[in-house]
């Protein structure tokens, strides 16, 4: 997948879990619980959403490291590349 494409799956799952989220609301800095205020309920819904569409586990260990659309491009495209 490239990068772009990560992205989009990403903006959608989350836009999915939280559609009072618009994706043109998401900055690719934006903390999804601090800047996009989403509830770790709906943080963990999203979660679970990438690892259906990608195929991607993520450990709670490895959750800062999806709190932005920038930090879980890179994650994501290292764990399916």
């Not at 998401?26 to 999804?32: A, I, N, R, Y």
């Not at 259906?52 to 590349?81: C, F, H, M, S, W």
Request: glycine residues 4%; aromatic residues 4%; proline residues 6%.
């Amino acid at each position: 997948m490239t990068d772009a494409e990560i992205r989009k799956a990403f903006i959608e799952e989350l836009t999915k879990v939280a559609p009072d989220i618009a994706p043109s609301d998401v900055g690719p800095d934006d903390h999804l619980q601090d800047d996009l205020e989403i509830d770790s309920m709906d943080f963990l819904n999203l979660v679970e959403a990438l690892h259906k569409r990608l195929g991607v586990n993520v450990p709670e260990t490895d959750y800062p490291q999806i709190a932005t659309l920038n930090l879980a491009a890179k994650y994501l495209a290292a764990r399916l590349g």
